[in-house]
């Protein structure tokens, strides 16, 4: 694995306007040489997630994505102190079918001081159970505030742009230590 890598944006969101989804899109503009980031559209069209159904078409997109990312970064809100239903849903998707299995990924929370430690400790959990390998260096949180989000959906905050190619530079750091010691 060398670069350029791809990191698959995955946001929990579903809301217009949402920061988490800015958030994202941003670090796609902004992504380091080497980097592409490829902001994942899909959480919406997925259907709700049954063991023994049948793979729809939004479900077998999800999976080639994730599966043909080197790393992934998800950002997602939190409801009701863990992490939003159409989002669980999209990662349940995952569970048995190995796309998150030994994958780095990294999170990032938006949310106010003092908000989203329910989703990220949910998350956490379920990234364990679907063997996901987390890249500490690159799990942060980066203040979005709401009226910081432009009509084009992105974020000019150069602090928030800074922070976030930041973090597209920590999983590449990481993907690249991985290249030179493999496992």
């Known amino acids: 694995m060398t670069p350029p890598?791809?990191?698959?944006?995955?946001?929990?969101?579903?809301?217009?306007?949402?920061?988490?989804?800015?958030?994202?899109?941003?670090?796609?503009?902004?992504?380091?040489?080497?980097?592409?980031?490829?902001?994942?559209?899909?959480?919406t069209q997925l259907p709700a997630f049954v063991?023994?159904?049948?793979?729809?078409?939004?479900?077998?997109?999800?999976?080639?994505?994730?599966?043909?990312?080197?790393a992934v970064l998800f950002c997602t809100p939190e409801y009701a102190g863990t992490l939003p239903g159409s989002f669980k849903n999209l990662l349940d998707w995952?569970?048995?079918?190995?796309?998150?299995?030994?994958?780095?990924?990294?999170?990032?929370?938006?949310?106010?001081?003092?908000?989203?430690?329910?989703a990220e400790a949910t998350l956490r959990v379920v990234l364990g159970y679907v063997g996901a390998e987390i890249i500490e260096a690159a799990c942060t949180r980066i203040f979005v505030a709401r009226d910081t989000v432009g009509a084009d959906g992105l974020i000019a905050d150069p602090a928030v742009r800074d922070a976030l190619a930041g973090v597209l530079a920590a999983i590449a750091a990481h993907l690249g230590t991985r290249t030179l010691n493999p496992s």
């Open 51 to 70: 063991p023994d159904g049948e793979q729809a078409p939004a479900v077998a997109a999800l999976r080639a994505q994730l599966a043909g990312a080197d």
């Open 94 to 118: 995952t569970v048995g079918t190995g796309e998150l299995y030994g994958k780095p990924v990294a999170f990032i929370n938006v949310a106010a001081p003092g908000r989203g430690a329910g």
């Open 5 to 43: 890598w791809t990191v698959a944006l995955v946001s929990g969101s579903t809301r217009a306007g949402s920061g988490n989804t800015a958030a994202l899109r941003t670090a796609a503009v902004v992504a380091p040489d080497g980097v592409r980031a490829v902001f994942y559209p899909g959480l």
